[in-house]
T-cell receptor, first 113, second 114 residues
Framework: DVKVTQSSRYLVKRTGEKVFLECVQD?????MFWYRQDPGLGLRLIYF???????EKGDIPEGYSVSREKKERFSLILESASTNQTSMYLC????????????FGPGTRLTVT | GENVEQHPSTLSVQEGDSAVIKCTYS??????FPWYKQELGKRPQLIID?????GEKKDQRIAVTLNKTAKHFSLHITETQPEDSAVYFC?????????????FGKGTRLSVIA
């Protein structure tokens, strides 16, 4: 059974805190992604990684960084959380093949107060 | 880069009627077009996909059509049921490199009224 898991379903943090969102996949996928989902804005890509220690900026990387030290784990870091980063964060993974299915995690609802 | 536009943003249909969601893409080299369904409070999941060498694909009550000349593709749901209520996302895969991510539309919220 395919699995992408995220460390928390709900998270509440204060403005200025450093926040870590963890994502783990058990499918040996090369590609991993972090999206932000807001009403009316769809799925916006923050960062993605196609290999260990590799990362690429997505459409909205400002205010975020990522880390991929192991193939199965991809972390999203908010260095100094702000209220405009309150959102649903979705992780996803996909194999190297062009036509392979992309699998999503359950999401983390982050609230920054 | 690739740009995907999706319409409508919201759609309400009576149970049993058909629903159609349309997407256009900009990169004529895109060759893979998946559709994802996201039920309330759940993760997006792939429901159907189509490759650029195919014009139509069906899976029970859902079908996807692709018009490469016009650069648009559509999701068709027949005999809609309340469990079809969800947000649907279309996506396109630009093949410039194997590391290029999917480009998603902004989503369509479908409500099926019993």
């Amino acid at each position: 059974d395919v699995k992408v898991t995220q460390s928390s379903r709900y998270l509440v943090k204060r403005t200025g805190e450093k926040v870590f969102l963890e994502c783990v996949q058990d499918m040996d996928h090369e590609n991993m992604f972090w999206y932000r989902q807001d009403p009316g804005l769809g799925l916006r890509l923050i960062y993605f990684s196609y290999d260990v220690k590799m990362k690429e900026k997505g459409d909205i990387p400002e205010g975020y960084s990522v880390s991929r030290e192991k193939k199965e784990r991809f972390s999203l870091i908010l260095e100094s959380a702000s209220t405009n980063q309150t959102s649903m964060y979705l992780c996803a993974s996909k194999g190297a093949g062009v036509l392979e299915e992309q699998y999503f995690g359950p999401g983390t609802r982050l609230t920054v107060t | 880069g690739e740009n995907v536009e999706q319409h409508p943003s919201t759609l309400s249909v009576q149970e049993g009627d058909s629903a159609v969601i349309k997407c256009t893409y900009s990169d004529s080299a895109s060759n893979y077009f998946p559709w994802y369904k996201q039920e309330l409070g759940k993760r997006p999941q792939l429901i159907i996909d189509i490759r650029s060498n195919v014009g139509e694909k069906k899976d029970q009550r859902i079908a996807v059509t692709l018009n490469k000349t016009a650069k648009h593709f559509s999701l068709h749901i027949t005999e809609t049921q309340p469990e079809d209520s969800a947000v649907y996302f279309c996506a396109a895969y630009p093949p410039s490199t194997r590391n290029t991510p999917l480009v998603f539309g902004k989503g369509t919220r479908l409500s099926v009224i019993a």
